[in-house]
């Protein structure tokens, strides 16, 4: 078994004896925990497990390692070949740890939560025990990265933002329902997997023993945890409940969308990020209210209230996306109509057009239309009873008899030929014949 340094996890010497410094960090360890000179510290070295089968097992390589312990990756012994992706995660404590008996509370108390909690947003549990000494357990492999990781990439965008915290807050809600507080909550503890977002290291969460949704805690496991990502209260060694998770989980959202961890008096996210919802403001300043009485309940609060900020966002893009199709559309038409124009004209005039008479230039020298003679006077009808069939015949006579055409009605045709002759003239592109006086 090969031994590493507990410092930067660098392979140490095999044949080395007694004390060895790490020839990456410099850092003294103790293979034989002999010679411990006063003053000058020294290290266990960290072991590791690379190539052993472990209870059906097979570890692979190192995954990554924590302040607790190290992370590796393994596959189960008897599965075949294509379904040994994406494979098991083995989290071995600390060798230099595994001698503390707090510590070892600590690691077993971390397997006792997630067998309690079967959540598809939390790490499930699949085995445990001990090998050469050092405790262990296995759990399903998350093969995306973890929060931290995608975040030194740069910031999530507002739809990464929600894909992740949405379903995390689920997640956190049922924990907080079986009487669990995380009280770890950072980016480096959420894993995020194809199927969803996962929550993991429950190394130091705390199961409510109170009846009254508190923990009871001793001042020193008051004190444990991420101190950016602290409560107040946590830091102040406090009684803790749900809501210290919520001040948590405030602090991650507030780095994920602006950049940076919100300390003092820190800036409204939307002045930093315009692009975000106002919103997203309010929700925030609550998530870090100093006293725990002045933030949301519980973790599905804040879930609906982040998931009431999503429809707005869309609906105002629906209406941006509406009016800028109206405005192309209009632009579109105003520019496509002076392309039209010579088409039409065009078309018009290619048509033949008949040739128009000379007119005097004075209308009053056209000959004057003959005046119809009077009408013949009728002699006076009797009035009397007429079938439907009559009064039809006598409405046609009526007619008939009617004068036409007056002077006054020729003339008004006159000038309506006119005017229609000289609108033919003038689409006629190849013809500038003015009418003669």
Same mark, same amino acid.
């Given at each position: 078994?090969n031994?590493?340094?507990?410092g930067?996890?660098t392979?140490?010497?095999?044949?080395?004896l007694?004390?060895?410094?790490?020839?990456s960090?410099e850092?003294?360890v103790?293979?034989?925990?002999?010679?411990?000179v006063?003053g000058k510290?020294?290290f266990l070295?960290e072991?590791?497990?690379?190539g052993?089968?472990?209870?059906g097992?097979?570890?692979?390589?190192r995954v990554?390692a924590?302040g607790?312990g190290?992370?590796?990756r393994a596959?189960?012994a008897?599965a075949?070949?294509e379904?040994?992706?994406?494979?098991v995660?083995?989290k071995?404590?600390?060798?230099?740890?595994a001698?503390?008996?707090?510590?070892?509370?600590r690691f077993?108390?971390?397997?006792?939560?997630?067998?309690?909690l079967?959540?598809?947003?939390?790490?499930?549990?699949?085995?445990?025990g001990v090998?050469?000494?050092v405790?262990?357990?296995?759990?399903?492999?998350?093969?995306?990265?973890?929060?931290k990781?995608r975040?030194?990439?740069?910031v999530l965008?507002?739809a990464e933002?929600?894909?992740?915290?949405?379903?995390?807050?689920?997640?956190?809600?049922?924990?907080?329902?079986?009487?669990v507080?995380?009280?770890?909550?950072k980016?480096?503890?959420?894993?995020?997997?194809?199927?969803?977002?996962?929550?993991?290291d429950f190394?130091?969460?705390?199961?409510?023993?109170?009846?009254?949704?508190?923990?009871?805690?001793?001042?020193s496991?008051a004190i444990?945890?991420?101190?950016?990502?602290?409560?107040?209260?946590?830091?102040?060694?406090?009684?803790?409940?749900?809501?210290?998770?919520l001040?948590?989980f405030?602090?991650?959202?507030?780095?994920a969308l602006?950049?940076q961890?919100?300390?003092g008096a820190?800036?409204?996210?939307?002045?930093?990020?315009?692009s975000l919802?106002r919103?997203?403001?309010?929700?925030?300043?609550?998530?870090?209210?100093?006293?725990?009485?002045n933030?949301?309940?519980g973790?599905?609060?804040?879930?609906a209230?982040?998931?009431?900020?999503?429809p707005?966002?869309?609906r105002?893009?629906?209406?941006w996306?509406?009016?800028?199709?109206?405005?192309?559309l209009?632009?579109g038409?105003?520019?496509?109509?002076?392309? *039209?124009q010579?088409?039409?004209?065009a @078309?018009? %005039?290619s $048509? #033949?057009? +008949? =040739?128009a008479?000379?007119?005097?230039?004075?209308?009053?020298?056209?000959p004057a239309?003959?005046?119809?003679?009077?009408?013949?006077?009728?002699?006076?009808?009797?009035?009397?009873?007429?079938?439907?069939?009559? *009064?039809?015949?006598?409405e046609?006579? @009526?007619? %008939?008899? $009617? #004068?036409? +055409? =007056?002077?006054?009605?020729?003339?008004?045709k006159?000038?309506?030929e006119?005017d229609?002759i000289?609108?033919?003239?003038?689409?006629?592109?190849k013809?500038?014949t003015?009418l003669?006086?």
């Amino acid at each position: 078994m090969n031994l590493l340094c507990p410092g930067c996890l660098t392979p140490l010497p095999a044949s080395a004896l007694g004390a060895v410094t790490c020839a990456s960090c410099e850092l003294e360890v103790d293979l034989s925990r002999q010679d411990t000179v006063a003053g000058k510290p020294r290290f266990l070295p960290e072991r590791s497990f690379e190539g052993q089968t472990i209870e059906g097992f097979v570890v692979q390589g190192r995954v990554g390692a924590g302040g607790m312990g190290t992370v590796y990756r393994a596959h189960q012994a008897n599965a075949a070949q294509e379904t040994r992706e994406p494979g098991v995660a083995l989290k071995f404590l600390s060798s230099w740890m595994a001698g503390d008996p707090t510590v070892l509370a600590r690691f077993a108390r971390e397997v006792e939560v997630l067998r309690k909690l079967q959540h598809p947003g939390i790490v499930s549990v699949m085995a445990d025990g001990v090998f050469a000494g050092v405790p262990w357990f296995a759990m399903p492999f998350v093969k995306g990265p973890t929060l931290k990781q995608r975040l030194d990439e740069g910031v999530l965008s507002w739809a990464e933002a929600l894909n992740v915290f949405v379903p995390l807050l689920d997640a956190l809600a049922y924990a907080h329902a079986q009487g669990v507080v995380h009280r770890d909550l950072k980016p480096s503890n959420v894993l995020l997997d194809a199927a969803g977002p996962k929550l993991a290291d429950f190394g130091i969460a705390q199961i409510d023993v109170t009846g009254n949704g508190r923990t009871a805690l001793t001042h020193s496991a008051a004190i444990m945890g991420t101190l950016p990502y602290m409560s107040p209260e946590q830091r102040q060694g406090k009684a803790l409940d749900k809501r210290s998770d919520l001040y948590s989980f405030g602090v991650i959202a507030y780095e994920a969308l602006c950049g940076q961890l919100p300390q003092g008096a820190f800036a409204p996210p939307s002045r930093l990020r315009p692009s975000l919802p106002r919103g997203f403001d309010k929700l925030v300043q609550k998530l870090l209210q100093p006293e725990p009485q002045n933030r949301y309940g519980g973790a599905l609060e804040v879930q609906a209230a982040l998931k009431r900020l999503a429809p707005q966002r869309r609906r105002r893009g629906y209406a941006w996306a509406a009016a800028g199709l109206a405005t192309c559309l209009a632009l579109g038409s105003q520019m496509l109509w002076p392309l *039209n124009q010579p088409k039409r004209a065009a @078309k018009v %005039a290619s $048509k #033949p057009m +008949a =040739t128009a008479p000379v007119l005097p230039s004075n209308v009053s020298e056209l000959p004057a239309a003959p005046v119809p003679p009077p009408p013949a006077v009728q002699p006076p009808v009797q009035a009397q009873s007429q079938s439907p069939k009559t *009064n039809l015949n006598l409405e046609t006579r @009526k007619a %008939a008899t $009617k #004068p036409r +055409a =007056t002077s006054k009605r020729i003339a008004r045709k006159a000038d309506s030929e006119l005017d229609l002759i000289g609108t033919k003239n003038l689409l006629n592109a190849k013809s500038s014949t003015a009418l003669e006086p």
